[in-house]
């Protein structure tokens, strides 16, 4: 895999009133893209990722917060930080 290209001259297409990109089926396949992307401006141009990777599901996250590991041993001793002394219901 170390000869393949990693830039590739691709033209742009009308596509009514606008235009467009087309992407070579192996590089769908291989990131997994499938019916729309973010196109991000960077300073080097633009950026297009995968929109599913962006975002994480909750299933997604716990998974990653368990596999951490980390202890949350100390995130009681914030519920009683002294604003109950203020007149706030917690």
């Excluded at 830039?7 to 019916?35: C, F, H, M, T």
């Excluded at 002294?82 to 706030?88: A, K, N, Q, S, T």
């Amino acid at each position: 895999m170390q000869n393949q290209l990693r830039v590739r001259d691709v033209k742009l297409v009308p596509i009514g009133n606008s235009k467009g990109v087309r992407i070579p089926k192996a590089l769908l396949q291989k990131y997994g893209l499938k019916n729309s992307l973010l196109i991000e401006e960077t300073d080097k141009g633009l950026l297009l990722r995968n929109k599913e990777d962006s975002q994480l599901s909750w299933d997604d996250t716990y998974k990653a917060m368990a596999d951490e590991k980390e202890h949350w041993d100390d995130f009681d001793t914030t519920l009683l930080d002294g604003l109950e002394e203020d007149g706030f219901e917690y």
